[in-house]
């Protein structure tokens, strides 16, 4: 992965939120006036990402809409599984598929169901509570492979994240986003 380009696309802001997210769905269409759609270092983080590894299989918790899932899978053509864990709406399910070529599969927390599942990236991309926050890594970072990556937004928030790479002894890459991204590696 190329740190220093994703970096330097963050900075020019020439991708728009607006434009990579123009064919999701939402529940009020007002939310597309939000400042975060003007916001063109938020969502398009994940486009620019997606353009820099090739994931096979995907895990993600705090799908917000799918919305984050959406930009990454139109910068990255390898997903050919997205796992996600939580919030089950049709319209999470169908920004996610819109994009996705492979299968997606929605599920509630049902521990037996994941125990086999090991994925290439995890995405932590919603907001929670520090508790919960730091009970939602240690669960993707069970699920990854090894030298998987796991990506955490929202990370200026709280210290959840911080002490998480604290804990496994790894040094996260940080990315300036709306509310700073990090990444750490397996």
């Not at 939310?31 to 003007?38: D, E, G, H, K, N």
């Not at 995907?58 to 984050?68: D, F, I, R, S």
């Not at 998987?148 to 998480?164: H, P, R």
Request: proline content about 4%; charged content about 25%; some cysteine.
């Amino acid at each position: 992965m190329d740190i220093t380009e994703v970096q330097q696309k963050l900075a020019t802001g020439a991708m728009s939120s607006r434009v990579l997210l123009s064919r999701t769905k939402v529940f009020d269409e007002s939310v597309r006036s939000c400042s975060i759609y003007a916001d063109n270092r938020h969502f398009p983080f994940y486009y620019y990402l997606g353009q820099q590894i090739k994931p096979e299989k995907v895990m993600q918790v705090g799908p917000y809409l799918g919305l984050p899932a959406a930009c990454f899978l139109q910068g990255c053509r390898s997903v050919k599984e997205w796992l996600c864990v939580g919030e089950r709406t049709r319209i999470t399910e169908s920004n996610i598929q819109l994009h996705c070529k492979g299968w997606v599969v929605m599920v509630d927390w049902d521990s037996s169901f994941f125990e086999p599942y090991k994925s290439d990236i995890a995405f932590l991309s919603q907001q929670f509570p520090k508790e919960d926050a730091m009970g939602h890594m240690e669960f993707l970072w069970d699920h990854l492979e090894p030298e998987g990556l796991l990506v955490v937004d929202y990370i200026t928030v709280s210290s959840a994240f911080t002490d998480f790479c604290r804990v496994k002894n790894r040094d996260p890459i940080i990315f300036q986003t709306r509310h700073s991204v990090g990444i750490v590696q397996r």
